[in-house]
T-cell receptor, first 118, second 109 residues
Framework: GAVVSQHPSRVICKSGTSVKIECRSL??????MFWYRQFPKQSLMLMAT?????????EQGVEKDKFLINHASLTLSTLTVTSAHPEDSSFYIC??????????????FGNGTRLTVT | GQNIDQPTEMTATEGAIVQINCTYQ??????LFWYQQHAGEAPTFLSY??LDGLEEKGRFSSFLSRSKGYSYLLLKELQMKDSASYLC??????????WGAGTKLIIKP
């Protein structure tokens, strides 16, 4: 089946530093990838939609200068949390939609990244 | 506004059957998805419904009624490993996924 690899799975960083999270579709092409954030016992919150070769579309309230998204190829999107603060500590999940051209293409999720900012 | 409702938590017994309901009000409809999420892990895809009726996949089945804005996920022969959160998500007219808050399913021996 379709596999999405997200790396790293866990990261601890100091306040003020930047962290890059990678999301790769291993056996399919994904023009569109999504980045979510999930707080404990809460549902997924869409942060942004990443489109290959163009600028990401950010959801309302998400700072684009803080959460930098790059989608340089059909199989790789990256999320960089810049100048991280403790309140950025969360579970970040990426997903990718197969370029099947069908409306029922499901999302395939990466395993998530647990970010802790100290 | 757009809204998806599902129960916060349900408890069932190992070997039994449980039905998790989901009702939605969205701007258009382009399919409904069910995902399973174990604690600390990313969601995994379970099922997709776009037409009315029942989709069966092993122990799991999903039902959709578009006129009622209603879906359910049916889990049979429950196993302890089925303890997880189950997320209902609807794709709206803009092909955006609207997520429910998830139903935490607790399986007891």
């Amino acid at each position: 089946g379709a596999v999405v690899s997200q790396h790293p799975s866990r990261v601890i960083c100091k306040s003020g530093t930047s962290v890059k999270i990678e999301c790769r579709s291993l056996d399919f092409q994904a023009t569109t990838m999504f980045w979510y954030r999930q707080f404990p016992k809460q549902s997924l919150m869409l942060m942004a939609t990443s489109n290959e070769g163009s600028k990401a579309t950010y959801e309302q309230g998400v700072e684009k200068d803080k959460f930098l998204i790059n989608h340089a190829s059909l199989t790789l999107s990256t999320l960089t949390v810049t100048s991280a603060h403790p309140e950025d500590s969360s579970f970040y999940i990426c997903s990718a939609r197969e370029d099947r051209g069908l409306g029922n293409s499901p999302l395939h999720f990466g395993n998530g990244t647990r970010l802790t900012v100290t | 506004g757009q809204n998806i409702d599902q129960p916060t938590e349900m408890t069932a017994t190992e070997g039994a059957i449980v039905q998790i309901n989901c009702t939605y009000q969205t701007s258009g409809f382009n399919g409904l998805f069910w995902y399973q999420q174990h604690a600390g892990e990313a969601p995994t895809f379970l099922s997709y419904n776009v037409l009315d009726g029942l989709e069966e996949k092993g122990r799991f089945s999903s039902f959709l009624s578009r006129s009622k804005g209603y879906s359910y996920l049916l889990l049979k022969e429950l196993q302890m490993k089925d303890s997880a959160s189950y997320l209902c998500a609807v794709r709206d007219s803009n092909y955006q996924l609207i997520w429910g808050a998830g139903t935490k399913l607790i399986i007891k021996p």
